[in-house]
């Protein structure tokens, strides 16, 4: 089945303890991009891939990192989670930056910083 | 730079009667625009996208959109609503401009609500 998958669905931490969010897409997509999704604001890119190797900032990049070092991964790490960064994130994936192509989306991983 | 406006943050209709949600979108040049519906505690699922052609698009569960040049819209409509298609509706349009070529801009989301 075709899927993107997040990993983990929750999770509670505290502020400055280093997190990793993991994606995995097995499509073969070439494009994959992270979310965070906040009431009333809809759904905001973080960052975003265009290829192994190859990222860049969305629009609201700040205390976040990531990585593409395999087609099908595209792990997002909070270096220092904030009380800010406590959002709803998406990780999203397409076949390529082709414009007319949906995005396929995971189930979300919900995350709290106290 | 591109941009999707939903003008309604909730849109409540009786099961059976006529379900509309608005969208309106900013862009240069041709815009591929797209709906999205999200469950509770569920991802987004794709429910039909314009490209170009027929400016009439049906997609998933009975839903379709009329896409409008002229005023920019790109509203979602169902004729006859159900219980079940209470949930969170998000609009987008994906990049055409050169400094957003690939990225999805979406909506703030409207929540619909729809009553036995």
């Known amino acids: 089945e075709a899927q993107v998958t997040q990993n983990p669905r929750y999770l509670i931490t505290v502020t400055g303890k280093k997190l990793t969010v993991t994606c995995s897409q097995n499509m073969n997509h070439e494009y994959m991009s992270w979310y965070r999704q906040d009431p009333g604001l809809g759904l905001r890119q973080i960052y975003y891939s265009m290829n192994v190797e190859v990222t860049d900032k969305g629009d609201v990049p700040e205390g976040y990192k990531v990585s593409r070092k395999e087609k099908r991964n595209f792990p997002l790490i909070l270096e220092s989670p904030s009380p800010n960064q406590t959002s709803l994130y998406f990780c999203?994936?397409?076949?390529?930056?082709?414009?007319?192509?949906?995005?396929?989306f995971g189930q979300g991983t919900r995350l709290t910083v106290v | 730079a591109q941009s999707v406006a939903q003008p309604e943050d909730q849109v409540k209709v009786a099961e059976g009667n006529p379900l509309t949600v608005k969208c309106t979108y900013s862009?240069?040049?041709?815009?591929?625009l797209f709906w999205y519906v999200q469950y509770p505690n569920r991802g987004l699922q794709f429910l039909l996208k314009?490209?170009?052609?027929?400016?009439l698009v049906k997609g998933s569960y009975g839903f379709e959109a009329e896409f409008n040049k002229s005023q920019t819209s790109f509203h979602l409509k169902k004729p006859s609503a159900l219980v079940s298609d209470s949930a969170l509706y998000f609009c987008a349009v994906r990049g055409v401009e050169t400094d957003s070529w690939g990225k999805f801009q979406f909506g703030a989301g409207t929540q619909v609500v729809v009553t036995p």
């Open positions: 999203a994936s397409t076949t390529s930056p082709n414009s007319n192509t949906e995005a396929f």
């Open positions: 862009v240069s040049g041709n815009p591929y």
């Open positions: 314009y490209i170009t052609g027929d400016n």
